[in-house]
């Protein structure tokens, strides 16, 4: 196509006439928005699959699962999968576990359960009817159980694993993969010095309620109730109650609370052989 015709032509016009000056300006604009929004939509299924990626990795982190070589998707092989129905701390086949996307669920008014403000302790958007579960086995034992968590800090929401061994209360590991607090201050959740430092804690008092938490300082191992105490994040206290808050509604009686108490009760292993046996029965 032409755009110099007569005369001279648009081309020819001089570098300050203003009508070229805007003509100018606006292919330039729609030329770029082409190749910005051409390379978002390209590149988001990407995207997509590198975050997938990224958290499969932090859950085999948090697991203590080395690579040992592998890709991280082969190393996954070795973690179960599963939704748990927080109400009944049941598993449920309700919705796929392989493609469930708690953090969408969370923002679905149909896919959610009634959560008071008092409850709110973790302050989230809201409470998934399902819930996620990773699990490590061996010889069809639990030794290890991931809970996705998710809170409130100071800028924004945490989001996290912990690491349960298998007797449903005591914790192995703590692990970060999105957050948006301060570097050196609440951005010390990365810190894998003080994650270590989560080996071994306790998540329930006598009373079998939720006592896990950080306090302000450090704790002296050998002081009373240090197996409920984590150190402080200094000059970050208000991430500090974050985190506090977060574990304690996750491993709490609105959350994952039933469903590790039926772990505790051995329910879990036993509603596992149930289904096993049901899917021999429909097999044979
Ligand atoms: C630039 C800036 C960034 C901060 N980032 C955090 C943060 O990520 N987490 C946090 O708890 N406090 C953060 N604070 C400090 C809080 O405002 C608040 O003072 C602090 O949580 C009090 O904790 P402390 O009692 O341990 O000093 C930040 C303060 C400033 C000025």
Redesign the pocket.
């Known amino acids: 196509m032409k755009i110099h015709g007569r005369q001279g032509g648009f081309l020819n016009l001089p570098n300050d006439n203003i009508v070229k000056t805007i003509a100018v300006a606006l292919l330039l604009c729609l030329v770029c928005s082409v190749i910005v929004s051409g390379a978002a939509t390209l590149l988001k299924p990407k995207q997509v699959a590198n975050k997938l990626l990224d958290k499969k990795a932090n859950i085999l982190t948090v697991s203590g699962i080395d690579l040992d070589g592998r890709s991280v998707e082969d190393a996954f092989q070795q973690i179960e999968t599963r939704v748990i129905n927080l109400q009944t701390g049941e598993y449920t086949d309700a919705v796929d576990a392989q493609s469930y996307d708690q953090r969408k669920a969370s923002k679905d008014p149909a896919m959610t359960l009634p959560l008071s403000k008092q409850d709110n302790i973790a302050q989230i958007a809201g409470l998934p009817k399902f819930a996620n579960v990773y699990l490590v086995k061996e010889a069809e034992q639990i030794q290890k159980i991931i809970l996705p968590i998710e809170g409130y ?3 924004g929401t945490l989001y996290g694993f912990l690491a349960l061994e298998g007797d449903a209360e005591t914790v192995s590991s703590i692990t970060f993969y999105e957050h948006k ?2 570097p050196g ?3 010390e959740v990365e810190n894998q010095k003080w994650q270590a430092s989560w080996d071994g804690k306790q998540l329930y008092d006598d009373q079998g309620q939720p006592a896990l938490g950080l306090v ?1 300082g450090s704790v002296d191992p050998r002081a009373p109730n240090s197996q409920y105490k984590i150190d ?9 109650n974050g985190v506090t808050n977060m574990v304690q509604f996750w491993v709490g009686d609105k959350a994952f609370g039933p469903f590790l108490k039926r772990v505790r009760n051995g329910d879990v292993q036993a509603q596992r052989e149930k289904i096993d046996e049901v899917h021999t029965a429909e097999s044979v």
């Not at 402080?232 to 500090?240: E, F, P, R």
């Open positions: 800090g100071l800028w607090e301060t201050l609440g951005g302000k402080g994040l200094a000059g970050a206290t208000l991430t500090s």
